[in-house]
């Protein structure tokens, strides 16, 4: 009975020593979890209470609407050179050599004329409108055309025979805008302008020459 009563009393004891075993380790985490909560706080207003060094600066934002325009061209110019132009100061004439007069049975000489005998090499060809420019706004308008370089070799602008075997060629050299600037009146009112093109014919003899995108036309407003 006596052996029972110790056996009951030594599970008792077992019992409390677990209790107070639980009970120390609560009250450890406890006690770390508070000091780490605590160091965490402090850490925290370390950072938020530390000085900083901070600039700062307002900064302006501008926008420019641009006025609208737009640009109306041809897409190929096609341009006739004649003997005229090139100087031949004699294109025809009225049977020379024989006689001027024929009753319905003369007949004409047939002595050969110098064709094309004109020693000018420069020809200067007007193209009295190339372009018109609308605007919707009041600012003035300039218009440029630039001729592009074909030939990187001598940065010419080459119009080029239409032959492919030929090696004969006419040069751009310089382009003239007329009319290019103004400012519009109203958007109705289109700027309108021409070009002259001077050519140097030195290594073209009769034929066609073509030039694809040959002039670049550009119409700018002003802001």
């Known amino acids: ?14 019992l409390l020593t677990e209790l107070n075993i639980f009970g120390v ?11 780490v909560a605590a160091s965490v706080a402090a850490l925290g207003s370390a950072i ?16 420019t609407i641009q006025p609208g325009i737009y640009l109306r ?26 006689s001027d007069t024929t009753d319905g049975t003369g007949t004409l000489m047939r002595t050969v004329p110098r064709i094309g005998a004109g020693t000018d090499t420069e020809v200067t060809k007007n193209v009295k409108e190339l372009f ?5 706004g009041s600012r003035p308008i300039n218009v440029t055309v630039t001729p592009k370089i074909t030939d990187t ?8 025979n239409a032959d492919a ?3 004969d060629k006419i040069v751009l050299k310089s382009v003239t805008v007329n009319g290019g600037s103004g400012t519009p009146t109203n958007a109705r009112t289109p700027i309108v302008g021409g070009v002259d093109l001077i050519f140097d014919t030195t290594e073209a003899t009769a034929g066609s020459y073509t030039g694809a ?9 002003e802001l």
């Open 132 to 136: 018109a420019v609308w605007s919707n």
């Open 213 to 221: 995108g040959l002039l670049t036309v550009e119409a700018l407003a």
């Open 165 to 167: 075997a030929s090696t």
């Open 25 to 35: 380790i609560y009250l450890m985490n406890k006690k770390i979890l508070g000091i």
């Open 73 to 98: 061209t041809f897409k190929t110019i096609n341009l006739q050179i004649t003997q005229g132009d090139l100087g031949a100061l004699q294109e025809s004439d009225y049977n020379t050599g024989g």
């Open 153 to 160: 070799d001598t940065q010419q602008t080459v119009l080029a």
């Open 48 to 63: 938020f209470a530390a000085p900083a060094h901070a600039v700062k600066q307002d900064v302006d934002v501008n926008v």
């Open 1 to 14: 009975m006596s052996t029972k009563r110790e056996l009951i009393k030594l599970k008792n004891l077992n």
